[in-house]
């Protein structure tokens, strides 16, 4: 500055003088010229990226487009860009993109709910260890409400059954049960299912005797929530949010036999393309396949 000749006079001032006459620090003038010099925002450091964020941001366009389910977070459009597209870019940055754009799906506001009656985690280490049943309703125009059963494996995220039926009784509670227990062990007699707990709420056709005589039949051991602590329950409670989004609230069916159909296209479309981020973004049914996959002999 000391160099810079007033427009005014014609003549220099040096910097002392200006911050004097301004009531300023010399520190904030060299600051605030510092600040007039930077011409353009801060480059990203470290090495450059393959993709510019109008190309990256296409590449997450094209990805939310092609997904077989909606409303899909950052962390799966970042999967899948990388694992079907070998698209490679830091998952912040992805966010980051999809915040600009308006890609990421609108979620409500939480509240808080203070502590829970459950405490701890209902995640099992292993594949059937532990199952979960659940219900819900939806609406047939040519039946009216009726009430749709599943049961899904705590560790896999698999869907192992899914049931739609009026009237919602305790029998129509059991199919998806058999469902899941002629899948996975091949058969249904006395005891097949020993050492494996079924998670359930206290729902009138959960703690009927039917309902009880059967699982132990089969080996089942009942293993009811607390109650008014949906969260024990929380593996079949999440389930249904993707259930309702895609499927029951953006298809029409007429019936319960279009119903059925429908919900077992659905199931195995879930069982092979969802991914979840704790099985390293496999599928629910992949996360079973290697988890019994046999290791190699040993050399």
């Known amino acids: 500055m000391s160099g810079a000749v007033s427009t005014s006079t014609g003549r220099p001032y040096g910097v002392a003088r200006v911050a004097r006459e301004w009531g300023v620090a010399r520190s904030t003038v060299y600051d605030r010229r510092r600040q007039v010099a930077v011409t353009s925002p801060p480059a990203k450091r470290g090495p450059k990226?393959?993709?510019?964020?109008?190309?990256?941001?296409?590449?997450?366009?094209?990805?939310?487009?092609?997904?077989?389910?909606?409303?899909?977070?950052?962390?799966?459009?970042?999967?899948?860009?990388?694992?079907?597209?070998?698209?490679?870019?830091?998952r912040p940055r992805v966010l980051r993109l999809m915040r600009e754009h308006a890609l990421l799906a609108p979620q409500r506001a939480g509240t808080a709910h203070g502590p829970h009656t459950h405490d701890g985690t209902i995640v099992t280490e292993a594949p059937d260890?532990?199952?979960?049943?659940?219900?819900?309703?939806?609406?047939?125009?040519g039946e009216g409400t009726v009430t749709v059963f599943?049961?899904?494996?705590?560790?896999?995220?698999?869907?192992?059954?899914?049931?739609?039926?009026?009237?919602?009784?305790?029998?129509?509670?059991?199919?998806?049960?058999?469902?899941?227990?002629?899948?996975v062990y091949g058969?249904?007699?006395?005891?097949?299912?020993?050492?494996l707990a079924l998670r359930h709420d206290h729902g009138s056709q959960y703690v009927s005797d039917d309902f009880q005589a059967e699982i132990a039949f089969l080996g089942l051991g009942s293993s009811p929530s607390f109650v008014r602590a949906p969260q024990g329950n929380g593996i079949a409670e999440w389930f249904m949010g993707p259930l309702k989004e895609q499927l029951l609230w953006i298809h029409d069916?007429?019936?319960?036999?279009?119903?059925?159909?429908?919900?077992?296209?659905?199931?195995?479309?879930?069982?092979?393309?969802?991914i979840v981020e704790r099985h390293g973004y496999r599928s629910p049914a992949q996360a079973r396949r290697d988890w019994y996959e046999p290791l190699p002999a040993a050399a």
Request: net charge positive; glycine share 8%.
């Open 253 to 274: 069916c007429h019936d319960l036999d279009e119903l059925n159909a429908a919900l077992r296209r659905w199931r195995e479309r879930y069982n092979e393309q969802w």
């Open 150 to 183: 599943a049961l899904i494996d705590h560790y896999t995220l698999e869907c192992l059954g899914l049931h739609a039926a009026k009237p919602a009784t305790r029998f129509e509670a059991l199919e998806p049960i058999r469902q899941g227990v002629r899948a």
């Open 129 to 141: 260890r532990m199952w979960a049943t659940d219900a819900t309703a939806t609406w047939t125009p």
């Open 187 to 195: 058969g249904f007699q006395r005891g097949i299912a020993t050492g």
């Open 49 to 90: 990226t393959a993709y510019s964020d109008g190309e990256l941001t296409a590449h997450i366009r094209s990805v939310i487009k092609a997904a077989p389910f909606t409303g899909e977070g950052h962390r799966k459009v970042w999967a899948r860009l990388r694992w079907e597209r070998d698209v490679r870019a830091g």
